[in-house]
Structures are given as C-alpha cells and as structure tokens.
C-alpha cells in the first residue's frame, strides 16, 4: 500500500483498515445552501454542523453529471521521518460510470481508466497492466481497484479517488460505534479562499480535516488524514514528545472543473504498447496461520522474566494468545475485552497470554500501570513468535484448543469481538471441534 497511507493505516487506531474500507473512507463535499441545525450547547453546535456539512457536501458531489478535479498530494513515507513523497494529480469522472485517475511522482506514474473497453490498471514505469471488465456504476470501481492490487503500485495514497466513486456518510463513520463523529472547527483560509474547517474521527486517534470552501460552490479545498503520535512506538525521530497530532498525508491545490471537459480517449482503456499483463499488483502475502494444525511451540518469556515452555501446557489447558502491541489503538480496545472474557473461565483450564509484539519492558509496563491492566505478559522482542503464527496484522488472537491445535485465529478488532470469543469458550470447554468452522471476520489491526 502507498507510503503514506499505509504508515497511518498500520500505526493508528484503525489504521489497519482493508482496502474496501480505505475506499469507503470518503473525502465529501457541499450544496449550495446548507441550513444547519441548531444545539444546545456550543459543542453540539459544532458536531451537528460538521454533519450537515459532510451530508450537504456529499449530496453536492453525487448530484453533479462530470466534473475534473486536479490536485497536489504530499505523504509522509515513515514515521518521524522528514522525508515525504509529493504526488500531483488529477481525477475525471462522467456519470454514471466514466471514469479516470492518474497520478505522477517522482517514483512512477499511475492510470486507472473504467470506460469504453472495460476497466485498466496502469503502471506506467513498470510497464505493466491488469484488466476487468468495465464496472456499470463509479461505487463498482473500488471493487475493481481491489481486485487488481491497484492500491498497492500508485504512489498517491488514493484518497481522492476514492471519495469520489463512493460519496456516502456512512463511510465515514467511526469504529467501532458506527457514528459520523465530524465537528467544525471554524473558518480559515486556504489559498485565498475562507473555507470552513470540518474534523472527522474515524476511529480513536485517527482523524480527517476537512476545509470546505464556503462560496456558491463549497467543495474541498484540502483535505488531511491526522494521526495521534502517541500511539506511535517512543523514540522515533520528529515525533512530538507527549503526543499530538500528526499528518500522514494531505490533498492541497485542489481545483474544479465543473462540468467536465475531456479528451475523446480520455474514459478509453487502451493497454499500452509493449507493457506486460498482468493479474494483480497485489504483493504475495504471508500466508495465514491455518487452524487444525499443531500450534507453533516456544518458551514463555513473561514481562517478569518467568519462562514457560509451551508445551508444558499443551494438553492441559485452552490457550489463548493475543498478539498486540501498545501503540496501536485496536489492540487496546481487544485486550481489557480479552482479560474479562478470559477471566470468566479461570476455573476451566483456560489460560490468557498477552504477546506483545516488539516492545521493551518499560513502555509494557507503564502502559499497562496507566491503563490499570494486569494481564499475563509473554515477551516477543525479535517477533519471532508473531511470525510463527503468520502475524501480519495486529491485534491478532489464536486459540489452541486442549488437543494442542490450532482451534480458532481472529485478526483485528470488530464489533461482536466479545460475545464471539466468549462463545469460542464455551464451545471449546463443551469439547467442541471449532478448526473446521469458518472463522471469525478479521478488521483493522
């Protein structure tokens, strides 16, 4: 996934997220008059206007027949790091279903074309391509972008186009309550132009801004995704001590063109000359811990420094594992769930081991003192166990039943998470097989 995105998808609260739902997260815009409703306080106020704002600014956006839009877009490519990749780009789209995107860095160039022809993925340096056939509405071309890996080979972090092709609220709501949290900040100026300033939570500690112009037609004149650097491991260079906000990536310079004018070939998918074909530009990706198999054994190296082999319980107990780590926010929401759901059954044979992932013993121990947990700790500072059990993605729980197998393997944290473990336990202590069922849904992590 591109640079930017990827980093505040992986190191924030939900930053995690699948690609149907980075697509689903929508940059909106506005109609021409907006009535606001009013509130009984000064922050309701502003909540209630975030609101009406991202829903007037939506329906603007799905009632236009074409429109082009051009724009800069700047990522951060790690953490701290001062060091960031500027995309410039623009993206043409003619109802219901024409449609384009290309983008240009210093690292390639991208075209994405859904038309006449059917749909094609181009990357243009690597002079490849990946084809389907055309999608009949623009909400279909982000399945396409799925499946052909597309996200993975542009350098733009794909924000745009994405709002675009899915202009709907309910994209834009939080986890996991499922609410459209947006609160207006106030008017600020933006190359000239006053536009209204509208922050979006989209999960804990990870934001979208929003500056809506407020003239005749209020679209977006930029737009940032804000992650909290606390949840970020310590250390790292250009992190604010203490926390804050950061940005991972941000669109500037935007410009509209309503309606749109195109070129003849402009919605045309034309492979080009000499490129090869391929199926997808999706990276091989480790393969998924499989259920029914033996568990991977390793020695328990507790945060007290107390090992345990394994294998000393295998047989004995229903194990369950939960690979986490303090600075990402699904993990931190999973595990006090995975202490209290655990807890219940300490009278049958069941017991919990938190594996952090990669972290020293003073940040575990002063997370867990801050946030009041007293979970069994099992240490993994070379990751070496995460990558026994094909961790990819975190928070990730396995459960190994008594026989000493893989029974069940959840990645991220989604709603239902804790009544579906509890059941999980149950049904083990009731002696039932679950390896063979199919498993629980992964979300972000």
């Known amino acids: 996934m591109r640079a930017g995105l990827s980093f505040a998808l992986q190191k924030g609260a939900s930053y ?5 739902r980075a697509a689903q997260v929508a940059l909106l815009g506005a109609v021409l008059v907006c009535a606001l409703p009013l509130a009984g306080t000064a922050a309701a106020q502003d909540q209630q206007d975030g609101k009406a704002l991202l829903t007037a600014f ?10 082009r839009v051009t724009y800069s877009c700047k990522t951060v490519d790690e953490p701290g790091a001062e060091q960031s990749t500027t995309v410039k780009g623009s993206l043409s789209v003619r109802k219901p279903a024409f449609y384009r995107f290309q983008c240009k860095a210093d690292e390639g160039e991208w075209i994405e074309v859904n038309g006449e022809g059917g749909y094609i993925a181009i990357d243009v340096k690597g002079a490849k391509y990946a084809t389907r056939d055309a999608a009949d509405s623009l909400d279909g071309i982000m399945e396409l972008t799925g499946s052909t890996g597309a996200t993975y080979g542009a350098p733009d972090p794909c924000f745009l186009n994405m709002m675009v092709t899915v202009p709907n609220l309910d994209f834009l709501k939080s986890e996991p309550d499922g609410e459209v949290n947006a609160k207006l900040l106030g008017v600020e100026d933006v190359g000239g132009k006053q536009c209204r300033r509208v922050a979006v939570t989209l999960s804990e500690g990870v934001e979208l801004h929003l500056w809506l112009d407020v003239g005749r037609a209020p679209l977006a004149c930029k737009a940032s ?8 491991p310590p250390g790292l260079p250009g992190v604010p001590e203490g926390g804050g906000m950061m940005e991972a990536f941000s669109y500037t310079d935007m410009v509209w063109q309503i309606p749109g004018e195109f070129a003849t070939d402009e919605f045309t998918a034309t492979p080009p000359e000499g490129a090869e074909q391929v199926d997808s530009f999706m990276p091989e990706q480790p393969a998924q811990l499989q259920t029914g198999i033996p568990a991977p054994e390793f020695d328990i190296v507790t945060l007290d420094g107390d090992k345990t082999p394994l294998t000393d319980l295998l047989g004995e107990k229903i194990i369950v594992l939960d690979f986490w780590a303090t600075w990402c926010g699904p993990c931190r929401e999973a595990l006090p769930i995975l202490i209290k759901v655990t807890g219940e059954f300490k009278d049958e044979n069941i017991v919990f081991f938190a594996v952090n992932q990669q972290e020293d013993a003073d940040t575990i121990g002063a997370f867990l003192e801050k946030e009041g947990l007293k979970p069994t700790v099992a240490m993994d500072p070379e990751g070496k166990i995460g990558e026994a059990y094909g961790v990819t993605g975190i ?9 000493g197998r893989v029974q069940v393997v959840h990645v991220g944290f989604t709603a239902g998470f ?11 202590v009731a002696g039932k097989d679950l390896s063979a069922e199919p498993q629980p849904a992964g979300g972000g992590g």
């Open 225 to 232: 995704l804000l992650f909290d650097a606390s949840q970020l």
């Open 58 to 67: 939506t329906t603007y956006l799905a009632g236009l027949d074409s429109f």
């Open 16 to 20: 995690r997220m699948s690609i149907s």
């Open 418 to 428: 804790e009544e579906q473990l509890r059941k999980n336990l149950e049904d083990l």
């Open 395 to 403: 928070p990730q729980s396995v459960i190994i039943g008594m026989d």
